[in-house]
Protein backbone atom coordinates (compact mmCIF):
# COMPACT_ATOMS: atom_id res chain seq x y z
CA UNK A 1 0.00 0.00 0.00
CA UNK A 2 1.40 3.40 -0.79
CA UNK A 3 1.51 5.72 2.02
CA UNK A 4 -0.81 9.29 1.96
CA UNK A 5 2.01 11.75 1.41
CA UNK A 6 2.28 11.07 -1.98
CA UNK A 7 -0.94 12.09 -3.01
CA UNK A 8 -2.23 15.40 -3.91
CA UNK A 9 -5.51 15.04 -2.08
CA UNK A 10 -7.07 12.84 0.83
CA UNK A 11 -9.18 10.03 -0.47
CA UNK A 12 -12.58 9.55 0.04
CA UNK A 13 -13.46 6.96 2.81
CA UNK A 14 -16.89 5.88 1.79
CA UNK A 15 -15.05 4.69 -1.95
CA UNK A 16 -14.79 0.70 -2.28
CA UNK A 17 -11.76 -0.18 -1.73
CA UNK A 18 -11.08 -1.00 -5.34
CA UNK A 19 -12.20 2.30 -6.45
CA UNK A 20 -10.27 3.80 -3.89
CA UNK A 21 -7.21 2.57 -5.88
CA UNK A 22 -8.08 3.76 -8.90
CA UNK A 23 -8.63 7.41 -7.99
CA UNK A 24 -5.05 6.98 -5.94
CA UNK A 25 -3.58 5.62 -9.01
CA UNK A 26 -4.90 8.28 -11.04
CA UNK A 27 -3.69 10.96 -8.52
CA UNK A 28 -0.01 9.48 -7.67
CA UNK A 29 2.51 11.86 -8.17
CA UNK A 30 6.32 10.87 -8.25
CA UNK A 31 8.62 12.18 -5.85
CA UNK A 32 11.43 12.81 -7.88
CA UNK A 33 11.23 14.97 -10.75
CA UNK A 34 12.32 14.16 -13.87
CA UNK A 35 15.36 16.52 -13.93
CA UNK A 36 16.98 15.27 -10.81
CA UNK A 37 16.20 11.17 -12.13
CA UNK A 38 18.00 11.87 -15.87
CA UNK A 39 21.05 13.53 -13.69
CA UNK A 40 21.16 10.13 -11.46
CA UNK A 41 21.33 8.30 -14.83
CA UNK A 42 23.60 10.26 -17.07
CA UNK A 43 26.43 10.82 -14.76
CA UNK A 44 26.96 6.87 -13.80
CA UNK A 45 26.69 6.29 -17.44
CA UNK A 46 29.33 8.56 -18.66
CA UNK A 47 31.67 7.60 -16.10
CA UNK A 48 30.97 4.07 -16.88
CA UNK A 49 31.50 4.90 -20.87
CA UNK A 50 34.39 6.84 -20.27
CA UNK A 51 36.18 3.73 -18.16
CA UNK A 52 36.17 1.15 -21.05
CA UNK A 53 39.24 1.18 -22.96
CA UNK A 54 39.16 1.55 -26.71
CA UNK A 55 39.70 -1.63 -29.09
CA UNK A 56 42.84 -1.22 -31.52
CA UNK A 57 41.05 -0.48 -34.78
CA UNK A 58 44.33 -1.74 -36.91
CA UNK A 59 43.89 -5.30 -35.25
CA UNK A 60 39.58 -5.27 -36.21
CA UNK A 61 40.16 -4.44 -39.59
CA UNK A 62 43.12 -6.98 -40.28
CA UNK A 63 40.57 -9.65 -38.63
CA UNK A 64 37.92 -8.45 -40.57
CA UNK A 65 39.71 -8.20 -44.24
CA UNK A 66 40.60 -12.05 -42.99
CA UNK A 67 37.05 -12.94 -42.75
CA UNK A 68 36.22 -11.47 -45.58
CA UNK A 69 39.01 -13.48 -47.69
CA UNK A 70 37.80 -16.29 -46.46
CA UNK A 71 34.59 -15.98 -47.22
CA UNK A 72 35.13 -14.67 -50.77
CA UNK A 73 37.16 -18.23 -51.30
CA UNK A 74 34.21 -20.05 -49.98
CA UNK A 75 31.15 -18.43 -51.27
CA UNK A 76 30.59 -20.96 -54.20
CA UNK A 77 30.94 -23.86 -51.84
CA UNK A 78 28.78 -21.88 -49.57
CA UNK A 79 25.95 -21.51 -52.09
CA UNK A 80 26.04 -24.65 -53.35
CA UNK A 81 25.57 -26.26 -49.87
CA UNK A 82 23.06 -23.76 -49.27
CA UNK A 83 21.07 -24.35 -52.81
CA UNK A 84 21.36 -28.11 -51.87
CA UNK A 85 19.88 -27.91 -48.35
CA UNK A 86 17.13 -25.93 -49.86
CA UNK A 87 16.24 -28.60 -52.39
CA UNK A 88 16.39 -31.00 -50.24
CA UNK A 89 13.91 -29.47 -47.66
CA UNK A 90 11.42 -27.83 -50.49
CA UNK A 91 11.53 -30.55 -53.32
CA UNK A 92 12.17 -34.20 -51.80
CA UNK A 93 8.47 -34.67 -51.87
CA UNK A 94 7.33 -33.83 -54.93
CA UNK A 95 10.27 -34.95 -56.29
CA UNK A 96 9.26 -38.49 -54.53
CA UNK A 97 5.97 -38.17 -56.14
CA UNK A 98 7.31 -37.38 -59.50
CA UNK A 99 9.29 -40.73 -58.59
CA UNK A 100 6.03 -42.77 -58.89
CA UNK A 101 4.62 -41.91 -61.98
CA UNK A 102 8.16 -42.48 -63.93
CA UNK A 103 8.97 -45.63 -62.16
CA UNK A 104 6.81 -47.59 -64.88
CA UNK A 105 8.67 -45.88 -67.63
CA UNK A 106 11.63 -47.22 -70.13
CA UNK A 107 14.92 -45.24 -69.48
CA UNK A 108 14.72 -44.19 -73.29
CA UNK A 109 10.63 -42.64 -72.64
CA UNK A 110 12.16 -40.59 -69.85
CA UNK A 111 12.37 -36.54 -70.19
CA UNK A 112 15.98 -35.17 -69.93
CA UNK A 113 13.90 -33.40 -66.60
CA UNK A 114 13.04 -36.81 -65.27
CA UNK A 115 16.26 -38.17 -65.15
CA UNK A 116 17.54 -35.34 -63.76
CA UNK A 117 14.70 -36.03 -60.84
CA UNK A 118 16.08 -39.87 -60.49
CA UNK A 119 19.77 -39.29 -60.63
CA UNK A 120 18.78 -36.25 -57.37
CA UNK A 121 16.33 -38.98 -55.66
CA UNK A 122 19.61 -41.27 -55.79
CA UNK A 123 22.01 -38.82 -54.73
CA UNK A 124 19.92 -37.52 -52.12
CA UNK A 125 18.05 -40.45 -50.66
CA UNK A 126 17.70 -40.35 -46.39
Known sequence: MLPKSLFNSTTNTNVSPSASSQLAS???KPS???VEFS???VLPLLISVAAVP???VESQKALIQEYLKRS?????KNDKERLDSYYKRNYQDYFGFIEGSV?????DQLTESEKD????LRKNKE
Open 26 to 28: SKF
Open 103 to 107: KDKDK
Open 32 to 34: INS
Open 117 to 120: ILEW
Open 39 to 41: RRI
Open 72 to 76: KENKA
Open 54 to 56: LPD
